[in-house]
Nanobody
Framework: QVQVVESGGGLVQAGGSLGLSCTAS????????MAWFRQAPGKDREFVAA????????YYADSVKGRFTISRVNSKNTVYLRMNSLKPEDTAVYYC????????????????WGQGTQVTVSA
């Protein structure tokens, strides 16, 4: 069973930056699509960003395009999410997820999930 663990959440002021990390339990995930989702209170879990197995292709939700960057280092079994120009509406629990190819943007298509890390952006 693939396990992924997120880290790096916290509290930041609007306009600030924050970085998240997601480390997988073993190297089998080097062939996996890795993605970030988020869920705000009372809302559905939504797609944020995804990267193909080698990082050659990346995908973003329109709401974060140009502000967030997803990347991965397979030698470390780790995927990152760099978040710049944060807005209060980015406040949510951020989840790392993994699946086999192809890249999809719907949460139900991802079988492997982390526990989530809280990101709070104050106005």
């Amino acid at each position: 069973q693939v396990q992924v663990v997120e880290s790096g959440g916290g509290l930041v002021q609007a306009g600030g930056s924050l970085g998240l990390s997601c480390t997988a339990s073993d190297s089998t995930t080097v062939s996996f699509v890795m993605a970030w989702f988020r869920q705000a209170p009372g809302k559905d879990r939504e797609f944020v960003a995804a990267t193909s197995w080698n990082g050659g292709s990346t995908y973003y939700a329109d709401s974060v395009k140009g502000r967030f960057t997803i990347s991965r280092v397979n030698s470390k079994n780790t995927v990152y999410l760099r978040m710049n120009s944060l807005k209060p509406e980015d406040t949510a629990v951020y989840y790392c997820a993994a699946k086999l190819t192809p890249v999809l943007t719907t949460a139900r298509d991802y079988p492997h999930w982390g526990q989530g890390t809280q990101v709070t952006v104050s106005a």
